[in-house]
Structures are given as C-alpha cells and as structure tokens.
C-alpha cells in the first residue's frame, strides 16, 4: 500500500522559515517526479514546485521562486521543500504529490493535474 506522508508544518513569523518533509512508501520512489502544492483557505489548489526524479529539473510557480527550495533524496525516499521569507499569504495546507515518470509534466501546476499519489498534507500558517 502506498502511503505519502508530509511533515514539518507549524506556526512561524514572517520573514521566518520552515523546512518540509514528505516521505513516500510502497513505490519506487526514484520512479516518480515529485511535487509540492497549497491550498488556502477559500482558494484553489495551486502548484508550488515540481522536481525532476533525479533533481535535475526543477520548477517553480512565480510567487516562490527565490525563496523556497524544493529537493529529494531518493535513498531516503523523501521529498523536502525549504522556505524562507515566509510571508502570510504563505498560509495554507501544502500537499506533496508523486506522479510516476521521471519529469514534471508541462501541465504539472494544474490543481486536476493527475498525480498518482497524494499526501494529507501539513498545515503553514504565517503569522504578520
């Protein structure tokens, strides 16, 4: 059964940072693109970063382009998004999601984009 797990969530002031984890089991992790979404209050789904299986291409939605990282260590099976220069309108649930194939689709944004897997996501809420 695969389980798709995110961690690292919780209160922080702006301009703070927090890092992110996602731990993946039951798949080849290694055989998945990965990718981190949020989701505010009354808003939609929105993709924040996709990475490549291996790291070498990665993307980022232009609202956190700068300020977060997104990477993987695929010994590990875990996916990692550091952010920094949190601001409020950070806020939100963030999601990890895997979708088998080593590359991010050109489509990997999209909230109804089909990823395989996703996790239950952990709260960040970024206080002014």
């Known amino acids: 059964q695969v389980q798709v797990v995110e961690s690292g969530g919780g209160l922080v002031q702006a301009g703070g940072s927090l890092r992110l984890s996602c731990t993946a089991s039951?798949?080849?992790?290694?055989?998945?693109?990965m990718a981190w979404f949020r989701q505010a209050p009354g808003k939609e789904r929105e993709g924040v970063s996709c990475?490549?299986?291996?790291?070498?291409?990665?993307y980022y939605a232009d609202a956190v382009k700068g300020r977060f990282t997104i990477s993987r260590d695929n010994a590990k099976n875990t996916l990692y998004l550091q952010m920094s220069s949190l601001q409020p309108e950070d806020t939100a649930m963030y999601y990890c999601?895997?979708?088998?194939?080593?590359?991010?689709?050109?489509?990997?944004?999209?909230?109804?984009?089909?990823?395989?897997?996703w996790g239950q996501g952990t709260q960040v809420t970024v206080s002014s």
């Open positions: 999601a895997a979708e088998a194939g080593a590359y991010c689709s050109g489509s990997w944004s999209l909230p109804k984009h089909d990823y395989n897997y």
């Open positions: 990475i490549s299986w291996f790291g070498g291409m990665i």
């Open positions: 039951g798949l080849t992790f290694r055989d998945y693109a």
